[in-house]
């Protein structure tokens, strides 16, 4: 959007106030946006706000049905205008307003802008509930880039007349003529299922709510592809990120892009496989069953349809419209499309494009003229929900150096600025999600989340989720009934291994030492052969610790994500970088300090380091309300250059020498000036 | 497609011979198209036929692996164009050719042109079977206007490079850009389908069939609908007519337009009504039940793909579009559409214009990137079935004003030249079918077909469907064994009321009187009150014949029929038209001269009357084949004005007076040249 001016700078060129005069020239000005012009008396304010391009509402145009269109009149002198706007410069309301008023509820200051006409000058404002394209307002950690809401869907209410024998023009083409004559919409599509629903909705009684009139729903403008009766206020979209693990939605008021309820659930093609190779596995050893993986998401996609429709309250056959993001294999699957050949070099992708399907074509039990649209993928491992990061965190539209990190199964990680970006994916395993560690489990109920260790008595405090006390706060035991203690998810993984080689327990190369404790008489160390184990937790007989395997599992994950940072560095040229972004539900909760102790980011500024949330899910959902961000995200993308990790050379070489802690790579020098790192060897 | 100049013609132009050697420049003329041109030595036939915009098909692009480019060379001295046109004048056949010639088989003197290339001057013929639009062949009674087969779909064959980590591009893009590079194809769309089928087609096996080796079908130069590993030869449309009574199918070879299989059967609506009335009341008497009627004839078209893919041995998978014609409440029901709007005044249809679906939108289990398309209707009453009509026999195409009769349940009536066409529908009922006739019977074996009456002694002759003898021929009894005498069927009984009325035995109102003869002793007659009734067979207790209530129902329906026609012609401003033409099955059958008796059709030379078989059928095979045919029939129909019987204060005053036989509206000269009519009552 452009800038607007300001009311003082347009009363700069202000001129002599005119009469109110029937036939006579009115003034109106508009604000915020400024825009002015001269009109007949008797003009509505709907029409004068049209004629200036003053975006104001309107899905009825102009019949006092929707009541998209309401105004306020600014009253007062405005000298610099040359305007002095009253009350009685607009026309008292009509009875068309007053039933409105009457039914539907309207603010004593609002004015229905279809309705009143100018009589004089008037300065009036447009609240930002009746503009259109409505800016998108930022809200707490899961930020939204500014964002226009221009969805693909658009609603418009039509009063028809009746066919007659004179005039008994089909069905589709009285409504085609109708929007083109009074919406300027031409050459539009009918899908089949609104022709099959189009008669009855237009002869759906003589109530109120049908008579000829109806509201069609118009898809890009291009295309029909629903129909109600009377006048339809809401329609619904969803925005789906399917995960290897989960899979989450948050259903959107398309209108105004409000969040109406968020849902999610296990992934279950979990099992199949708990990682995306396992299940790839699977499918080249069944050959045929992808389409089994399909029905699972289908399934859960229904599911989470179901749950969110429920909460929200809201017809499930409302929702027109569903963005995706997933990981290559994911947004295969979904799809319908065997992934067997993205586990196999050289990780061809059968497409990549932003795709859009007709929902029923993949089996969901939504408005059957909805419409599925995938974000596009960049490369064989880096998929659509990297695109939904890098969509709503936007490194390709600043000119700061910024290193994304996508936290999941795998990572995925972006860098560049406007000038250039490179992505790739680095086979982290799912140590970060808390598997392959001895006590690791998914951050749920009862998992350790935060660790911090005593340097001199090896004394554990931690938290654990779904309490809000620290171990060594009072009524912690309380707090924990019910809930227990029963595992490290991956936010704990990272911070007590962190805090246990700051404690000097482990060593640079990740042996875990008793390093002058005596470790047999130690009640948080266990000695095992030459090293030791550390246990957090102790009930009865139960254990939650840390073993040197957990270890050895955090170093290869840590070391792999930061080699695929610095091959992305070395490709871009740079040794350092101005921000990194960590992304994912485990980059929600990590505390980024300690992802960088156990070097698994590269050294940067720790208040330029910061988690962005559920990014890929925010990138789905930015796609979902605006029509130019998905222009946007498929120009980008096809610029984005990929770097397969799998063949470079150097990847090797960091990746072994990132296994170290910190790393043997990075000198780290933004770390030390926050935490006291052991001294490296020689 | 333009005239095409004689070679005679061409070798007025002629100059002297050019020398054949190595990067010389050679002379190339085809034949029958004569475009000629100039090429470097060593182009390919193929090549320099592109280049010159001749018509030689190809679906593999020149890699001598379809063996659509077949060209001959005509040998000899063409003095007049300068040529000396000599088998060295192209190169040998190489090893590719070889291995097409032994493999699939090439005739000695065809030669592939994408293979041969010019050493010296030629004159190339380039036969029928090698063009793209070739002409279709006019054949029999089912004759289809001169038409450039051009599907909408089009076969290519495409080799592609495998993907390799220095170019992993994904498996679409890289059909698309060799798609655009090779064929000029851009921008593109692929069906879901197409990309689930895609990998595996690239992937199969290092077999010839596979190895990066498909072909791809393109629908409309625009959308990917289909995918097969290696060359594939054909693929198939079918199209269909989808009757009041009958469902009736060709399969298509699309590359070709070759019929290879017709089948039909019992629309399966007729148990929710015999007629189109009957239907659309049971749906006003039950509604929401138009879903049970749509199902019967997705089912029924299912049967009907089963029935001719069976025939002609086709994998119904092959099937890649359909095309559609029917009155408009069929039309309505097979996309779904309840009609129920179509029975009550003003009759509007929910959608007049050609629609495309997927024919998977409609359960129809062919290929699952096949299309249907549904011809265009024109009212109410005169559906996509009168378009085909009008596309098959163009009466907007000459200066002749030509009646098109459609005769089915109803009649569908067209009349008009290349200035202007009116239509409209008239209730005849289904007397002209054999229902509402107390001997009638459905056009099958046993039904009596043809009828000539001694006028002197009221004899009958007859013949009957199923048997090729006249009733008074010798072994007419062992002709009819197995079969029978079972009714009369609809052109049986308009000829048997004409002869009948041509004897006097019915007089000019429809009376059956005996007129001189002794009913009570005459064996073809039986008296009833102060009429009669005609015997026209009698086999034991079992009479076949005609009574005086038939007579009343034949009245109604060739008086419907007329008025309909005689209310086109006052819309048009004129008194006689040029030529008759009668489509549909009953169409087929019928003797014109005994139709024009009747007085169902206005007076016509009878040289210029003629039935025209299934005309609605025949323009849906020419829609299927032609994509022009398509634009020319909405462009048509679009300006067709419609008049409705139903409200036309003529129609009743035409309808009563139409009643008479022949009629009291028509004076008959041209039939009256013919045959002797009764006289006239003053």
Chains 1, 2 share one sequence.
């Not at 990061?389 to 700061?400: A, D, K, N, R």
């Not at 199964?409 to 560690?437: D, H, M, W, Y």
């Not at 957090?536 to 139960?542: A, K, T, Y």
């Not at 799998?646 to 990847?651: C, M, Q, S, T």
Request: with cysteine.
């Amino acid at each position: 959007m452009p800038e607007l001016p300001s009311i003082e700078a347009l009363e700069r060129t202000g001129s002599a106030p005119s009469s109110g005069a029937e036939g006579a020239v009115v003034r109106a000005v508009f604000m915020p946006s400024g825009r002015r012009g001269e009109f007949t008396c008797g003009t509505t304010v709907l029409a004068a706000a049209r004629n200036l391009g003053v975006d104001i509402d309107s899905v009825c145009g102009g019949r006092a049905v929707c009541g998209r269109c309401q105004v306020h009149l600014s009253e007062g002198e405005f000298p610099k205008l040359g305007i002095h706007s009253r009350a009685e410069h607009l026309s008292a309301g009509g009875a068309t307003e007053a039933k409105y008023r009457r039914i539907k509820g309207l603010a004593e200051d609002r004015r229905l802008s279809c309705q009143a006409t100018l009589l004089g000058d008037v300065v009036i404002d447009v609240p930002a509930d009746s503009q259109i394209h409505r800016q998108m307002v930022r809200k707490g950690a899961d930020q939204i880039r500014d964002l226009q809401i221009d969805p693909l869907v658009q609603l418009v209410y039509l009063e028809l007349d009746k066919p007659s024998m004179a005039d008994s023009t089909c069905d589709l083409t009285r409504v085609l003529q109708r929007l083109e004559s009074e919406w300027g919409l031409a050459d539009l599509q009918a899908d089949l299922h609104f022709l099959r629903t189009l008669s009855a909705s237009l002869r759906a009684g003589e109530s109120y709510a049908g008579d000829w009139k109806i509201t069609v729903a118009v898809r890009a403008r291009r295309q029909l592809i629903g129909v109600w009766p009377g006048l339809k206020e809401e329609v619904y979209g969803l925005a789906v990120d399917i995960g290897t693990t989960t899979v989450a939605g948050h259903l959107c008021r398309l209108g105004t892009g409000d969040v109406v309820a968020s849902g999610g659930m296990m992934n279950p093609q979990i099992r199949f496989g708990e990682d995306l190779m396992s299940r790839i596995s699977y499918l080249q050893q069944n050959e045929g069953q992808a389409g089994a993986l399909t029905g699972a998401v289908h399934k859960a996609l229904n599911e989470l349809v179901t749950q969110v429709c429920t909460e929200a309250r809201v017809d499930r056959r409302d929702l027109v419209e569903i963005t995706l993001v997933g990981n290559p294999t994911m947004h295969h699957l979904a799809l319908g499309i065997d992934p067997t050949q993205l586990g196999m070099e050289p990780f061809p992708l059968v497409v990549d494009r932003g795709f859009t399907v007709l929902a029923r074509d993949l089996g969901l039990d939504v408005h059957p003229g909805a419409h599925a649209y995938f974000l596009p993928c960049i490369a064989g491992h880096v998929g659509g929900d990297t695109a939904g990061v890098i969509l709503s965190q936007g490194p390709h539209v600043g000119e700061e150096m910024t290193l994304i990190i996508d936290v999941g199964t795998n990572a995925e990680l972006v860098l560049g600025s406007r000038n250039r970006l490179i992505a790739c994916s680095s086979p982290t395993g799912p140590a970060f999600e808390g598997a392959q560690i001895s006590c690791g489990q998914r951050a749920a109920p009862g998992a350790i989340e935060r660790v911090r260790i005593d340097p001199a008595t090896l004394a554990p405090r931690f938290k654990v989720i779904g309490c809000e006390l620290w171990s060594d706060d009072p009524g912690f035991a309380a707090g924990i009934a019910g809930i227990g203690v029963t595992g490290i998810c991956g936010s704990g993984i990272i911070e007590v291994v962190a805090e246990l080689f700051l404690a000097g327990v482990i060593d640079d190369t990740g042996r875990m030492l008793a390093k002058g404790h005596d470790a047999k008489n130690h009640p948080h160390l266990l000695p095992r052969g030459r090293n030791v184990e550390y246990v957090l937790w102790r009930e009865g007989e139960r254990l939650v610790k840390v073993v040197p395997g957990d270890i050895r599992a955090i170093q290869l994950a840590k070391s792999a994500c930061y080699s695929g940072a610095k091959l992305l560095m070395d490709e871009m040229g740079v040794s350092r970088v101005d921000s990194v972004l960590l992304a994912g539900a485990f980059g929600s909760y990590i505390d980024v300090k300690y992802a960088m102790v156990l070097g698994m980011i590269p050294d940067c500024d720790l208040t330029r380091v910061r988690s962005v949330g559920n990014a890929a899910g925010t990138g789905a959902r930015i796609a979902l309300l605006s029509a130019a961000a998905r222009t946007e995200i498929e120009s980008v993308v096809r610029r984005v250059e990929k770097v397969e990790t799998a063949i470079a050379p150097r990847f090797q070489d960091y990746f072994v020498a990132a296994m170290n802690l910190p790393n043997a790579v990075d000198p780290f020098p933004n770390l030390e000036r926050v935490v006291q790192l052991p001294a490296r060897r020689a």
